[in-house]
C-alpha cells in the first residue's frame, strides 16, 4: 500500500479532471467504444525507474477493468528497450490515461535517476543524501516517493512534522536562545514529540546553540569544506549534523568526508530532466 494513499488518489482524480476535461474527443470519435488492446511502457533511456505503482493507481482510478502485466518494479535500473508493464483493456480508458501516467513516471524516474547518482559519490561512507521542500506545488509526496526510489532520504514532508528553525526564525525571534526556547516551550505546551534542528550561519551561532542545548540537528549553511570539518570537531559529535548550501556533485564527497551525518540537496527535486519513457499500443 503507498502511503497517502488517499491524498494520491485525491490529486490524481483532480489531474484527470484537468486532463479529460469534458471528453477527450479526438479518441472518442476514432475509436469503438468497446474495442480492446495492449499497450507497453517502454524505456528508452537508462536509469532509475519510478512511479510504477502511482501508474497502477492513475489506471486503476480511471478504469478498474484495466490489467497491469508488470515486469519491472520502482526502483529498479533500467535501460533502452526494457518493457516495464503491459497494460490491458478499453483501448478508449488507455489512451485517456496515458499522458498522465507519463507524466508521474518520467518525472518521478528523472529525480530517482538524478538521487542514485549523487547517493554512488557517496560509496563507502555514513553520509546520507537528503532532500528538501523545494519540490513542485502539489507533487511532493510523489517527488519525495522518487528520492527514496533513488536511494536518497526524505527530510521533513513538510512544516508539520519537524520544527527546523531557520535563519529568518532566529532574526525574527531576536536570537537563537529565545528561538530554541520558544520552541520548546511551545512542543511542551501542545504535547508534540517533533525533532529540532536548528540552521547556524557562523561557529559563534553553534556556539550558541550548542549552550541552549535541547535539540537534535545542526544545519550548517554554506560552509565551505574546510570549515565543515572544523564544525564537525567543534560539535564533537553531540547532535546531528546536516550540511546545507551550494554543494554540488564535484564537491559532496568532500563534505561528506568531513563526517557529516547528512547533506541535503534542493536540486534532487527542482533541478532535474525527467525520464524518457513512452507508452506504446501493442
Not at 476535461?21 to 533511456?45: R, W
Not at 550548542?210 to 565551505?224: A, L, Q
Request: glycine fraction near 10%.
Amino acid at each position: 500500500m503507498i502511503e497517502h494513499s488517499e491524498y494520491i488518489q485525491e490529486f490524481i482524480k483532480n489531474a484527470l479532471r484537468e486532463d479529460v476535461g469534458d471528453g477527450d474527443h479526438t479518441s472518442l470519435s476514432c475509436i469503438p467504444a468497446n474495442q480492446t488492446g495492449k499497450a507497453k511502457l517502454l524505456v528508452k533511456q537508462e536509469g532509475i525507474i519510478a512511479g510504477v505503482e502511482v501508474a497502477k493507481m492513475v489506471f486503476q482510478l480511471f478504469d478498474p477493468e484495466l490489467t497491469i502485466k508488470q515486469f519491472i518494479a520502482d526502483g529498479t535500473w533500467v535501460k533502452p528497450g526494457d518493457v516495464v508493464f503491459e497494460v490491458s483493456g478499453k483501448e478508449l480508458s488507455i489512451l485517456q490515461t496515458e499522458r498522465l501516467v507519463l507524466n508521474f513516471m518520467q518525472r518521478m524516474s528523472g529525480i530517482a535517476t538524478q538521487t542514485q547518482e549523487y547517493v554512488k559519490l557517496l560509496d563507502g561512507l555514513k553520509t546520507k543524501i537528503l532532500d528538501t521542500r523545494k519540490t513542485t506545488p502539489g507533487m511532493r509526496i510523489f517527488e519525495k516517493m522518487a528520492v527514496k526510489m533513488g536511494g536518497g532520504e526524505n527530510h521533513r514532508m513538510g512544516l508539520y512534522d519537524m520544527v527546523m528553525i531557520k535563519d529568518n526564525h532566529i532574526d525574527f525571534a531576536g536570537g537563537i536562545r529565545p528561538a530554541i526556547e520558544r520552541v520548546q516551550k511551545y512542543l511542551s505546551l501542545k504535547g508534540k514529540d517533533l525533532k529540532i534542528e536548528v540552521e547556524a550561519r557562523s561557529f559563534d551561532e553553534i556556539r550558541q546553540i550548542m549552550e541552549v542545548g535541547g535539540v537534535h540537528r545542526i544545519m550548517i549553511d554554506n560552509f565551505s569544506v574546510s570549515d565543515t570539518l572544523k564544525a564537525v570537531n567543534l560539535i564533537g559529535g553531540n547532535y546531528e549534523i546536516e550540511s546545507s548550501g551550494g554543494i554540488t556533485k564535484e564537491t559532496l564527497r568532500n563534505y561528506a568526508l568531513c563526517g557529516v551525518d547528512y547533506i541535503s540537496v534542493g536540486a534532487l527535486t527542482h533541478q532535474i530532466k525527467s525520464l524518457d519513457l513512452s507508452l506504446k499500443a501493442l
